[in-house]
C-alpha cells in the first residue's frame, strides 16, 4: 500500500489519527479518542492532515506525551455516548486526583487543545486547592514567582465610579510609596553619611590647620547650617519624586543617588506623618488643615482595612526593615474595629493592606 | 525518538514543566471562576498572571446576578457605560438607595446575592403620624439612621411592600425588631425597657405574599427587650428573574 497523503481507510479497520508531540515523538491514536479534541477535530476537518505518521498533527508546545496520555484516557472515557452522569463524575473525580504540578500540566494542555470539560474539572480542583490559603502558602504550593515590584503593588486603583472609598485607598497607596521611596532614599544616604562625615572631618583638620580659634565655632556652625538644610529638604524631594511618581505605571527609579549630599539623616523630618506633600496630583491646593483632616481618614481607614484582614500584616508594606531610625508613626495600635454591616466595600480589588511597622 | 520522556525524570529543572506560575491568563482566570469574590481579589497580588486574570472580563461576569442589567435599570438612574464587570459588581455590593431613599439594595460580595432592606419610612405604618403614638428617632443603629418608635398602641398593622427584579432563588423576609429604647450613656449602649408591656399577651404575627400567589404566615411572640431581632416571616422563591416580583408584607401585633 503506498503512503500517500490521504491513506486509504478499510471500513473494517479502526480509524487512526496521528499526532506529534513538541519533542518530536508522534503516537496514533483512535479517531474518535483524538476527535474529542475540539482542537485535534479542527485540525483534521480543516487541514485533512492526521491521517498518517508523515502529516501529523502538530500538538500545541504545552502538551508533552505524559500529559497526553492522561488526556487522551480522558477522551477515550467520555467520548462513548452511553455513560451515566453518575459514571462520568466517578471518572473524574478520580481522573484529577494527582499532585499539583500534574494539574498545573493538565490544565495547560487541555486549555490549549480546547478541551473545555476538563478545563473546568481541572480548574476546580485547583481551585479548591488554593481556596483558604494564605498568597504565601500558595506560591510554596505551587512555586510562584512573585513578580510583582512593590511599586506595582501599590498602583493606584481606577476609580470609575467614584467610589469615596476606593479615593481613600489610592490616597493610601500614595502615601505608602512615599514612605517606600523615603526607605530607599534612606538606604542611600546612609551609602552617602561617609562623604558627610568625611567633608566634616577635612574641614575640621583645615581649621585646625588654618585659624585656630575658631574651630569649635566653625564647627557648631556647620552644623546648624546642615540641620536648616534638613527640615527644608525631604520636603523639596518628596515633592519632586511625588510628582515623578503619577505617571501611570511607570516606576521611578528609586535607586538614583538623591540630592541629600549633606543629609544627615534625622527621623522626625523625613517620617513625619503629616506629610504636607500628599498626592500631588489628586489634591491640588489644598490646605494644611484639611490636608491634616485628610491624612487621619485616610490612617483611619487604613486601620479599619487591617482590621479586616489581621493576617495581611506580614503582606507586601512589611518591608520591615531594621532601621536604626524611628519608624513610621501612624497610629500604631491595631485595636480591631467593630465592622457594621455597612462596610462593604472594606475589600478593594489589588491589594489589602499591612498594617503600618509599629515602633520596634 | 526514544527520548520522549526525558523531561518527566525527577531530575527535571523546575523551569522545565509549566507549573501555575506558566498557566496563561486565561487558564488562571478559569480557576479564578471557581473562587468567591473575596478570594479573587486577595489573589490579585499573587503575581502578574494572577493579577491580569483577576481583572478578567468572564470571570466577574459568572458572579454578577443573570439578570443584572435589569437590576442596574431598576436600581441606577444613570449608571457608566464602559465599566468592566469586576467595576459593576463593585458597585452594586454598595448600599444603593432606590425608592427615594426608603430602601436599599445591595449585592452581598461574598456569594453575589441580591439583598434588600426597607426603612421604617417606607412601610405603611399604623397611625404613624400621630405623636400620640409613634414617634421617629434617629440612630446609629439603623442603615437608614431612623426607626420608627412606639409609644403606645392597642395595636397596628405594617405594611409594606416592594416590587424588584429579583434573581431566581430562595429569598427570606424578616422584621426586624426591638423591644425597648436603646441609648447611649457614658458611650456605652443601654436599652430603656422600662415601658415595654404587653407584647407578652398575644403573639405578633407575620404574613408575606408575593405577585405570583406564594405565601407565608409566622408567629412569635416578642419577649427579649434590649435587642434588635429579626423575625423571620418567610421565604418566596423566584423563579423567572425577567418578572418583577412584588412582595406584601405585614405584620400585625393585635
Not at chain 2, 400567589?213 to 428573574?241: M, R, T, Y
Request: hydrophobic content about 30%.
Amino acid at each position: 500500500m503506498s503512503e500517500g497523503p490521504m491513506a486509504i481507510v478499510k471500513p473494517e479497520m479502526k480509524s487512526y489519527i496521528w499526532l506529534q508531540t513538541a519533542d518530536g515523538s508522534i503516537q496514533q491514536v483512535e479517531e474518535e479518542v483524538a476527535m474529542f479534541c475540539p482542537m485535534i477535530c479542527r485540525e483534521v476537518l480543516q487541514t485533512g492532515m492526521g491521517s498518517s505518521k508523515n502529516y501529523a498533527i502538530s500538538l500545541p508546545q504545552r502538551v508533552n506525551p505524559a500529559i497526553l496520555g492522561l488526556i487522551l484516557d480522558y477522551c477515550r472515557f467520555h467520548q462513548v455516548p452511553g455513560r451515566s452522569n453518575k459514571e462520568r463524575k466517578t471518572f473524574d473525580e478520580k481522573f484529577i486526583r494527582l499532585d499539583t504540578k500534574k494539574l498545573c500540566e493538565l490544565t495547560s494542555a487541555a486549555d490549549s487543545l480546547q478541551l473545555r470539560p476538563l478545563v473546568d474539572l481541572t480548574s476546580r480542583a485547583l481551585a479548591r486547592m488554593i481556596e483558604g490559603k494564605t498568597p504565601e502558602e500558595i506560591r510554596e504550593t505551587f512555586h510562584l514567582p512573585d513578580d510583582l515590584t512593590e511599586e506595582e503593588k501599590l498602583e493606584p486603583l481606577r476609580n470609575m465610579t467614584d467610589d469615596p472609598r476606593i479615593r481613600l485607598l489610592n490616597r493610601l497607596y500614595a502615601r505608602k510609596r512615599k514612605e517606600l521611596k523615603d526607605r530607599e532614599k534612606m538606604k542611600n544616604i546612609e551609602i552617602e553619611e561617609e562623604h558627610v562625615d568625611e567633608r566634616s572631618v577635612d574641614d575640621l583638620l583645615s581649621y585646625i590647620n588654618g585659624g585656630d580659634g575658631d574651630s569649635k565655632g566653625g564647627r557648631a556652625n556647620k552644623n546648624k547650617k546642615k540641620n536648616r538644610r534638613k527640615k527644608d529638604q525631604p520636603r523639596n524631594s518628596s515633592s519632586n519624586y511625588e510628582n515623578g511618581n503619577h505617571k501611570n505605571g511607570e516606576v521611578d527609579d528609586v535607586s538614583s543617588p538623591s540630592k541629600f549630599s549633606k543629609f544627615q539623616a534625622s527621623a522626625s523630618a523625613i517620617f513625619s506623618p503629616k506629610l504636607d506633600f500628599d498626592d500631588g496630583d489628586i489634591d491640588d491646593e489644598l490646605d494644611p488643615a484639611m490636608k491634616e483632616e485628610l491624612d487621619r481618614e485616610v490612617e483611619d481607614f487604613a486601620r479599619r482595612l487591617n482590621s479586616v484582614w489581621p493576617e495581611r500584616m506580614h503582606d507586601i508594606l512589611s518591608l520591615g526593615q531594621e532601621r536604626r531610625l524611628a519608624p513610621i508613626s501612624m497610629n500604631g495600635n491595631g485595636s480591631l474595629q467593630r465592622c457594621t454591616g455597612d462596610e462593604l466595600a472594606d475589600w478593594q480589588f489589588t491589594t489589602p493592606l499591612t498594617h503600618p511597622r509599629r515602633a520596634k | 525518538m526514544g527520548s520522549s520522556f526525558s523531561f518527566f525524570t525527577d531530575t527535571a529543572p523546575v523551569s522545565s514543566y509549566p507549573s501555575l506560575g506558566d498557566l496563561p491568563e486565561s487558564c488562571v482566570a478559569s480557576v479564578l471562576v471557581y473562587l468567591d469574590p473575596p478570594e479573587i481579589c486577595r489573589l490579585a497580588i499573587l503575581n502578574r498572571a494572577f493579577r491580569g486574570a483577576s481583572s478578567a472580563d468572564f470571570v466577574w461576569e459568572s458572579k454578577l446576578p443573570l439578570n443584572y442589567g435589569s437590576v442596574i435599570k431598576r436600581v441606577f438612574d444613570d449608571f457608566p457605560e464602559k465599566l468592566c464587570k469586576r467595576d459593576i459588581y463593585a458597585r452594586l455590593c454598595r448600599p444603593n438607595s432606590i425608592d427615594g431613599g426608603t430602601k436599599k439594595v445591595w449585592l452581598d460580595k461574598t456569594t453575589g446575592v441580591i439583598c434588600l432592606s426597607i426603612s421604617s419610612n417606607g412601610l405603611a405604618i399604623t397611625r404613624i403620624d400621630d405623636r400620640r403614638y409613634w414617634r421617629r428617632i434617629t440612630t446609629e443603629e439603623s442603615r437608614f439612621c431612623s426607626v420608627a418608635y412606639l409609644q403606645q398602641i392597642w395595636w397596628f398593622e405594617v405594611d409594606g411592600e416592594v416590587e424588584f427584579p429579583f434573581p431566581s432563588g430562595t429569598y427570606s423576609l424578616f422584621f426586624r425588631l426591638q423591644l425597648g429604647r436603646a441609648g447611649k450613656r457614658f458611650g456605652r449602649r443601654v436599652c430603656n425597657s422600662e415601658h415595654v408591656h404587653g407584647w407578652d399577651k398575644k403573639p405578633v404575627q407575620f404574613q408575606l405574599s408575593t405577585s405570583d400567589g406564594q405565601k407565608a404566615i409566622s408567629q412569635c411572640s416578642l419577649n427579649d427587650p434590649g435587642k434588635w431581632i429579626h423575625h423571620h416571616v418567610g421565604d418566596f422563591v423566584v423563579e423567572n428573574p425577567s418578572a418583577t416580583t412584588k412582595i406584601k408584607f405585614f405584620n400585625d401585633p393585635d
